[in-house]
């Protein structure tokens, strides 16, 4: 199947915070044009689980204006059930209040426009939810909704969390930026988790430069995509000892490569490709070992779960502590070794997805070229613009050193900026 134009068409919050500083617009407008995008592509998609009535507007507080925002079903929103995509939830009362995060982007101005679609518990078993880019496609997961509204231009961001690949890979698949904030950087009361040291937030916008004003809006800080960047210092990740990167995404990362070299990057090669396979078996350990003593609630319950998640759960509850601890063992000594590694480099570049997002949609696609980055808990912006010869959108992933968001997407927008130029270049 090729690209969906009439569904893939994000909105730049970039454009409509300018709209709104300026006068052109204001916040009654915006969700105006939120609920009209909602209404003639939501049956197709089915991004939401709920969604509220239009605010009331006082005066908006904040530099995002008043703008809506998605979020995921496993982070409280005061007013809605939080029911993670479970059966085990479907008759959650509403919350009392919000999850520290969504207080957070309240403060800068983003409202809440609904819950979105979550796979269950944040895990494998996928939702309702379609790929705006390619209707017959999944749309990954876990964090599925959001991608999807955002992908559609249905809200300008969009909030979710990321466990293994649940922000990078449907970002990846949907044709959108994404930004997997560094682990331990800001609170997750109010969101349930799946796995105590690997749980991180993460939102979606447009580009890179959306993610950017986003993240100047939430921190207080300046823009970073305002400041001029250089070309950067990078290493590209080619996962050749996971053996799970298909040719088209190789051939793409590559066109890539010989672009950033030609713009005047200074390109190595990763230095530590065996750690960080190592580091993606020893993912696998401590997700299921945590997840199964984190949700033990619903293991107790796990012929109502979905068999992905209560296999999960059944794997970790049989997992021992000396097996969990020495595959954290394999995580602390990698972290240690690309710590090191970005002395030299501002950020490492790699496929964000094996390829483009597999058609059916009983699956959400495979979370393997994540696991690790994850593991290590370093922040990551999933940079769109690479597509397949049929049109399908095809991710990379910029990581950088932890708490260093500002400067790793500075790195990603100059990245993005390359990434038109590389697709004209192989198709032409």
């Known amino acids: 199947m090729t690209f969906s134009e009439s569904l893939h068409a994000p909105w730049s919050l970039r454009?409509?915070?300018?709209?709104?500083?300026?006068?052109?617009?204001?916040?009654?407008?915006?969700?105006?044009?939120?609920?009209?995008?909602?209404?003639?592509?939501?049956?197709?998609?089915?991004?939401?689980?709920?969604?509220?009535?239009?605010?009331?507007?006082?005066t908006p507080s904040g530099p995002l204006g008043g703008i809506?925002?998605?979020?995921?079903?496993?982070?409280?929103?005061?007013?809605?059930?939080?029911?993670?995509?479970?059966?085990?939830?479907?008759?959650?009362?509403?919350?009392?209040?919000?999850?520290?995060?969504?207080?957070?982007?309240?403060?800068?101005?983003?409202?809440?426009?609904?819950?979105?679609?979550?796979?269950?518990?944040?895990?494998?078993?996928?939702?309702?939810?379609?790929?705006?880019?390619?209707?017959?496609?999944t749309p990954g997961g876990s964090s599925?909704?959001?991608?999807?509204?955002?992908?559609?231009?249905?809200v300008p961001l969009a909030l979710g969390s990321q466990t293994a690949a649940s922000v990078t890979r449907p970002a990846a698949y949907c044709g959108v930026a994404a930004l997997v904030l560094t682990r331990g950087l800001l609170p997750t009361t109010g969101v349930t988790g799946l796995a105590h040291s690997l749980d991180s937030h993460g939102f979606y916008a447009a580009q890179v430069r959306d993610l950017a004003c986003a993240w100047a809006a939430l921190r207080g800080e300046p823009d970073p995509s305002a400041t001029s960047s250089g070309p950067p210092r990078v290493a590209f990740w080619s996962a050749s000892p996971l053996d799970a990167v298909e040719?088209?995404?190789?051939?793409?990362?590559?066109?890539?490569?010989?672009?950033?070299?030609?713009?005047?990057?200074?390109?190595?090669?990763?230095?530590?490709?065996?750690?960080?396979?190592?580091?993606?078996?020893?993912?696998?350990?401590?997700?299921a070992y945590e997840a199964a003593r984190l949700r033990a609630t619903e293991l107790a319950h796990a012929d109502?779960?979905?068999?992905?998640?209560?296999?999960?759960?059944?794997?970790?509850?049989?997992?021992?502590?000396?097996?969990?601890?020495?595959?954290?063992?394999?995580?602390?000594?990698?972290?240690?070794?690309?710590?090191?590694?970005?002395?030299?480099?501002?950020?490492?570049?790699?496929?964000?997805?094996?390829?483009p997002a597999p058609a059916g949609l009983t699956a959400t696609g495979d979370p393997v070229l994540s696991r690790a980055w994850q593991a290590l808990g370093l922040p990551v912006v999933t940079v769109p613009g690479l597509r397949t010869p049929q049109g399908l959108p095809l991710g990379v992933q910029v990581i950088g050193p932890p708490r260093a968001e500002a400067a790793l997407l500075r790195t990603a927008s100059w990245i993005q900026a390359r990434t038109a130029a590389t697709v004209d270049g192989r198709t032409s």
């Open 15 to 58: 454009e409509l915070v300018d709209d709104l500083a300026a006068g052109r617009t204001d916040a009654a407008a915006v969700w105006e044009r939120s609920a009209a995008r909602i209404s003639t592509t939501e049956k197709t998609l089915a991004a939401w689980v709920a969604r509220g009535p239009r605010p009331e507007f006082p």
């Open 68 to 137: 809506p925002v998605g979020v995921k079903d496993i982070i409280d929103v005061a007013g809605y059930p939080t029911r993670c995509g479970s059966a085990l939830r479907a008759d959650s009362a509403p919350v009392d209040r919000d999850a520290e995060i969504v207080g957070l982007w309240r403060a800068a101005g983003a409202l809440p426009a609904g819950k979105t679609v979550t796979t269950e518990f944040a895990y494998f078993a996928p939702g309702p939810t379609r790929n705006p880019a390619a209707p017959d496609h």
């Open 144 to 154: 599925s909704g959001s991608a999807a509204a955002v992908a559609a231009g249905q």
């Open 247 to 287: 040719p088209v995404m190789a051939e793409a990362v590559a066109a890539l490569r010989e672009r950033l070299v030609a713009d005047g990057a200074t390109v190595t090669d990763f230095a530590a490709e065996q750690a960080v396979a190592d580091t993606t078996a020893a993912h696998r350990v401590v997700m």
């Open 304 to 355: 109502a779960l979905s068999a992905p998640l209560a296999e999960l759960l059944r794997t970790g509850a049989a997992t021992d502590r000396h097996d969990y601890d020495a595959a954290r063992a394999i995580v602390e000594r990698t972290r240690r070794e690309v710590l090191d590694l970005f002395a030299g480099y501002d950020a490492v570049v790699g496929p964000a997805a094996p390829g």
